[in-house]
């Protein structure tokens, strides 16, 4: 499925963003402030762009009642206070489908199985480590069996397994992914394509080794950076200098 | 599930029956559900039993029911508003309504306005100062993003503050004692007046709210995860929480109006249920009324017993229990939503 972000703007925060993904997992990243979270937030709908739009194989989010159905987001929501089991929690991805308690039962179980989490079924979600939540957290999006998932740094709080785990797992999905990572590592690693933006503003797209170039780097995090090919893999990884410039 | 329902449901009989036989003249419990058999049935009792039947069906039947209804409604409210505003001390009354209630039944009380609407003045006042009090919050905490639960809260409260003002003043510028002592018994909660007329309206407004709320269940779940995952999961956030304030404030106001404020069941009886069955609300919602009309009528009991043939207000019954239980309930763990 395909989702676009048509020029849209949020009146002092971002402006004319455009980009797009169709079955393949594409990254923004940028410096803290630079419009992520609110370039995501247009595209769940927990915000209404001031100008443009956000379409959803060619129709206005804002319009499709039922989007929950083919779109399910993490959000950077997590003061949760209510103590529902991981089961419970998971449960919730079924509310935007018609009710069908074998084939929703059946579905829980598969997603609880898909992310490794089925022994925890019945644990409560707050006693959870921060890897465990959001891998619960995935489970919920998956049993939500969207065609498009919405990342908000899904990788924040966890280690170096986990966040290879949470990607691998919703690049594994199949489904058209967009997220955005402050990892510059992981996103050339896990992205197919990359979107940069700085201070509201898209600088710059394309393939990670298209993106992430030296000159780019300095430009927007002010950092230095080496460019080296990872061996196995053979996609783009950074190196940082200490040094911080102007 | 099932088993907790019907085992709930069969507390709450035993203890409708145990509240209309218990009581300053007590009445038999098997002498009770014969004389109640009879009323139901149309059946025939001896001339000798009138009186007895005169208590059991004229006086404190109602009153029982009215008890277990008004547990019943601040529960489910209360189940409800929690999740709504995702705030584990927030109560019925968080949105002003009780006090602003208090306006209008402390004027009816003491400046005798109303007064042509006779033994109903003093719920009338209460229901229209209470629903206006609401209305005035609604309208003052709403934005354009919508209403937010930390706005609606400080709101409710900040405003609460003010109805309670004006009603302290009405009730020390009362120009004779009584007016002032009877808005106070009322201000803390009192099933005194119920009678066969004030239970069709209460029952209905009641059962029709829990009836709407359990079939959201799965909607509060998704909000009490937070706005934005309910959004993700296809609830639109702002009108269900406009939608939620409306049924909310329509319960709360017809319960106060007529029994008053009862404080803390609203509070207490949703973490109490949470904490045996968890947080989902598909199974709170049908759990928590249940407890809390048999808590109520229980209530109602010790209220009539205790200080007998002098009444003690609700609100100071359900203070003595409530306020041990919830410093136990803060002193278990760190206690959160459904904390087991």
Known sequence: MRVEVDQVAIRGIVEDITLHADNEVVGIVGPNGSGKSTTLRCVYRALKPDAGAVLIDGENVHKRHDLARDLAALTQESQVEFDFTVSEVVEMGRLPHDRDPARDRRVVADALATVDVEHLAERSFLSLSGGERQRVLIARAIAQEPKVLVLDEPTNHLDIRHQLDVLSLARGLGVTVLTVLHDLNLAASFCDRLHVLDEGRLVAGGTPEEVLVPELIAKVFHVTAHVVTHPTTGVPQLLFDQEVTP | ?340
């Open chain 2, 1 to 340: 599930m099932i088993g907790k329902i019907s085992a709930l449901v069969g507390v709450l009989a035993v203890s409708v029956v145990a509240g209309v036989s218990l009581g300053p003249v007590s009445v038999p419990f098997g002498l009770t559900l014969e004389l109640l058999h009879a009323a139901v049935t149309g059946g025939t009792i001896p001339a000798d039993l009138a009186g007895q039947y005169h208590i059991v069906w004229d006086i404190r039947l109602p009153r029982v029911l009215l008890a277990a209804v008004v547990g019943a409604g601040l529960s489910a409210v209360g189940v409800a508003i929690q999740a709504m505003v995702r705030n584990a001390l927030a109560d019925p009354y968080v949105l002003g309504i009780s006090s602003g209630a208090s306006v209008g039944a402390t004027a009816v009380a003491t400046l005798g306005v109303l007064q042509g609407l006779g033994v109903y003045a003093l719920s009338t006042g209460a229901f229209l100062t209470g629903l206006g009090a609401t209305a005035l919050v609604y309208l003052t905490a709403r934005t354009g993003g919508g209403l937010t639960p930390l706005r609606l809260v400080l709101t409710g409260t900040a405003l609460a503050y003010g109805f309670s003002a004006v009603a302290m003043l009405l009730v020390f510028q009362a120009p004779h004692g009584e007016a002032a002592r009877s808005a106070m018994f009322w201000l803390l909660g009192s099933l005194g007046g119920a009678n066969w007329q004030s239970l069709p309206v209460a029952t209905v407004v009641t059962a029709a709210g829990i009836v709407y709320l359990m079939s959201k269940a799965r909607q509060l779940n998704a909000l009490a995860m937070g706005d934005e995952t309910a959004t993700t999961l296809g609830v639109a956030v702002n009108r269900f929480r406009t939608h939620l304030f409306v049924v909310t404030a329509g319960i709360t106001g017809v319960l106060v109006a007529v029994s008053g404020a009862v404080g803390f069941v609203g509070l207490m009886l949703p973490h109490l249920t949470r904490m045996v069955v968890g947080a989902d609300h598909r199974r709170v919602l049908p759990l928590a009324p249940l407890a809390g009309a048999s808590f109520l009528v229980w209530v109602d009991v010790a209220a009539r017993m205790l200080a007998a043939p002098e009444e003690l207000p609700l609100g100071v019954i359900t203070a003595a229990i409530g306020v041990p239980c919830f410093i136990f309930l803060m002193r278990r763990r760190a206690y959160v939503f459904g904390g087991r």
